[in-house]
């Protein structure tokens, strides 16, 4: 297996626990640790708890670049589902679903799986807090789209138009992972039979 798809492995093992203290840097920190990886604190050196933690290799293109195994670093994250399900029943009459919001004020997240472009389901704990290791659909960019409609069984249909808003203030950072450096070992001494 690869570096990406062990860290990734090794999170679904510990689903529904809690890692170490329970923070969301711990699990990503331990993932790379117990899998070859390079940790935040192999790359910063001292780290404290509000720094925007530096994973790996950056990735520039939240879009088209992410992929399994992805460390992601969010600060002052707000995503905003302002989309429009509209449910008309065969009366006329119809009902209208709210908002949904999702925030990651200070996180760390692996990526598990790219749904779709900007689209993914991360491995986290500790959002919300005290919460274990378990797997949220997140969305990192916004997006817009045409309205689409289903017909029930019952009736029913069920118009939705997609409205997705990652608020201007939000910040998201993603990292490949980085095999641990290798470090050169001294000759193993073989032992010469005797004679």
Do not use: K
């Not at 510990?14 to 203290?21: A, E, F, L």
């Not at 939240?62 to 992805?70: A, I, K, M, Q, S």
């Amino acid at each position: 297996m690869s570096l990406p798809e062990d860290i990734v492995n090794w999170a679904l093992a510990r689903m529904n626990q809690i890692v170490g203290n329970g923070q969301c840097w711990t699990l990503a920190e331990q993932a790379l640790a117990q899998n070859g990886g390079r940790t935040s604190t192999q790359i910063m050196g001292h780290i404290n708890g509000n720094q925007n933690y530096v994973w790996g290799d950056p990735v520039a293109d939240l879009v088209n670049g992410l992929r399994p195994g992805d460390i992601l670093q969010f600060r002052n994250y707000r995503w905003n589902d302002n989309s429009i399900v509209r449910t008309i029943h065969p009366d006329g009459s119809w009902q209208q679903a709210g908002t949904s919001v999702q925030t990651r004020s200070h996180h760390t997240a692996i990526v598990e799986a790219v749904i779709s472009p900007g689209v993914v389901d991360v491995l986290e704990q500790n959002a919300p807090p005290g919460s274990r290791v378990h797997r949220t659909r997140l969305r990192l960019v916004s997006f817009s789209g045409p309205m689409s409609e289903t017909t029930l069984p019952s009736g029913d249909r069920i118009q939705t138009t997609p409205v997705h808003v990652i608020d201007s203030n939000s910040q998201v950072w993603a990292y490949h992972p980085q095999p641990a450096a290798q470090t050169a070992t001294a000759p193993i001494a073989v032992p010469v039979p005797a004679h």
